[in-house]
């Protein structure tokens, strides 16, 4: 079992950044990915970005792409996401979540066995 921990949200204005960090324990080498999925209120969470370290591969959303990055720290296994140009609609709850998907589900809630407790973005003036 793999618990996690994310943490940085806050409230931010548009156009501003946030970087959210993703901190795994337990059984680490049970996983090889973790991703990052944010539900709004009133609508479904929805994928926004995943790394899968053993290949060496990263994927983003297209509302997300070229703004924001995922990234991990390899000593700690902690995953970030740098989120700039932060818009209104991305204001959500993100979580992380940790599995071993493959190339089909890696962007779907269904890849993923271990998720955070979320932590509040939220973009406005």
């Known amino acids: 079992q793999v618990q996690l921990v994310e943490s940085g949200g806050d409230l931010v204005q548009p156009g501003g950044s946030l970087r959210l960090s993703c901190s795994p324990s337990?059984?680490?080498?049970?996983?090889?990915?973790i991703g990052w999925f944010r539900q709004a209120p009133g609508r479904e969470r929805e994928f926004v970005a995943a790394?899968?370290?053993?290949?060496?591969?990263?994927y983003y959303s297209d509302s997300v792409k070229g703004r924001f990055s995922i990234s991990r720290d390899r000593t700690s296994g902690a995953v970030f996401l740098q989120m700039n140009s932060l818009k209104p609609e991305d204001t959500a709850v993100y979580y992380c979540?940790?599995?071993?998907?493959?190339?089909?589900?890696?962007?779907?809630?269904?890849?993923?066995?271990?998720w955070g407790q979320g932590t509040q973005v939220t973009v406005s003036s």
């Open positions: 979540a940790a599995g071993r998907p493959i190339v089909s589900t890696i962007r779907t809630q269904r890849g993923y066995s271990s």
């Open positions: 337990g059984s680490i080498s049970s996983i090889n990915a």
């Open positions: 790394n899968r370290w053993t290949q060496g591969t990263t």
